[in-house]
């Protein structure tokens, strides 16, 4: 973990960057490659599949798989020992879709507070992955709602498998594909939405996530 926390994206790779969001003030990289790293940590922590919860965050995640793919591969080798895929979320998802992905963004939100020294159903404070769009303002950007984060967490873990932090030690976007499932989680420019994006690792050797502006997701 301390060898991802001294990590910088590449100069290069950042031109590139440039680039693709010339709008972006290059005083806000620190900010993405703050909540990328924090991407990666959460694998660190445990390998199961999360939501990308920053579209700025996942526009260098796009960046890096389409025009830096070895490099990319190299990194995800060097600090969690497998690939980690980029798999969207299905634009239509079934019900059962819908659940994974709100498990999905249940497991981001409970490992990220994790890395961060916060507690899941106490914490005053977003995460710093949660907060990135809104403090560049990131156009079309999530901005989470801190009481929702908290109830979608106790639901799920009232419902399901998310690991115990004793045992293991209303988002608002302008994007209509960046949230896709919970309707009462997130609303965007005249409608609601939901943000799931996530990541799946029960493949020894790869692992899938998904990216906020594709509105994607991976499964088991």
Request: glycine share 4%.
């Amino acid at each position: 973990m301390k060898e991802l926390e001294s990590f910088q994206i590449p100069d290069y790779i950042w031109t590139a960057f440039r680039k693709r969001h010339p709008n972006i003030s290059v005083t806000s990289y620190k900010h993405i490659e703050d909540g990328f790293k924090d991407y990666l940590a959460l694998h660190i922590w445990i390998k199961q599949a999360y939501a990308m919860p920053s579209h700025s965050v996942d526009a260098l995640w796009h960046l890096l798989i389409e025009e830096y793919d070895s490099y990319y591969r190299v990194m995800c080798e060097t600090f969690l020992g497998y690939h980690l895929i980029h798999k969207p979320h299905e634009q239509a998802p079934t019900d059962s879709q819908k659940i994974s992905q709100r498990q999905q963004l249940a497991n981001t939100w409970q490992a990220a507070c994790h890395i961060h020294g916060l507690d899941p159903q106490k914490t005053h404070i977003l995460p710093r992955i949660f907060q990135v769009d809104a403090h560049i303002r990131w156009e079309q950007g999530l901005i989470f709602s801190l009481p929702f984060l908290i109830a979608l967490y106790t639901q799920m873990s009232a419902t399901s498998a998310i690991p115990n932090d004793q045992a293991m030690s209303s988002c608002s976007s302008n994007s209509t594909t960046a949230c896709s499932s919970m309707t009462t989680s997130c609303t965007s420019s005249g409608s609601s939405h939901d943000s799931n994006h996530s990541s799946n690792s029960s493949d020894s050797s790869s692992s899938c996530s998904s990216c906020s502006s594709c509105g994607g997701g991976g499964g088991d």
